[in-house]
């Protein structure tokens, strides 16, 4: 059965950096779709990133403006959300959640999810 497992959440300054693991146990992440979603306060979930399987295409929320990147450690089964300049409206819980192969944007399509991490971005 997969699990999925985030870590490397955090308090940080705005304008500094995380980087989010995804460790998957129990299905080779090659073959699913990973996605990166965030639930700020009183917001709903909203999708960030996703790497699909296979040939691992990437998306990206428009809003990030490219602050974000998304990759895949084959070998250790896991996928990383690189997260530079952070602004304080990236505050939230961070989730990942894995589908069959393509990606999606909507939380619906995701079948396994981890616990989350927690974003903070405040000076």
């Known amino acids: 059965q997969l699990q999925l497992v985030e870590s490397g959440g955090g308090l940080v300054q705005p304008g500094g950096s995380l980087r989010l693991s995804c460790a998957a146990s129990g299905y080779p992440l090659d073959y699913l779709a990973i996605g990166w979603f965030r639930q700020a306060p009183g917001k709903e979930r909203e999708g960030v990133s996703c790497?699909?399987?296979?040939?691992?295409?990437?998306n990206y929320v428009d809003s990030l403006e490219g602050r974000f990147r998304i990759s895949r450690d084959t070998a250790n089964n896991t996928v990383f959300l690189q997260m530079d300049s952070l602004k304080p409206e990236d505050t939230g819980y961070y989730y990942c959640?894995?589908?069959?192969?393509?990606?999606?944007?909507?939380?619906?399509?995701?079948?396994?999810w981890g616990q989350g991490t927690q974003v903070t971005v405040s000076s």
């Open positions: 790497i699909a399987g296979g040939g691992g295409r990437t």
């Open positions: 959640a894995a589908r069959s192969s393509s990606c999606s944007s909507y939380v619906s399509a995701f079948h396994a």
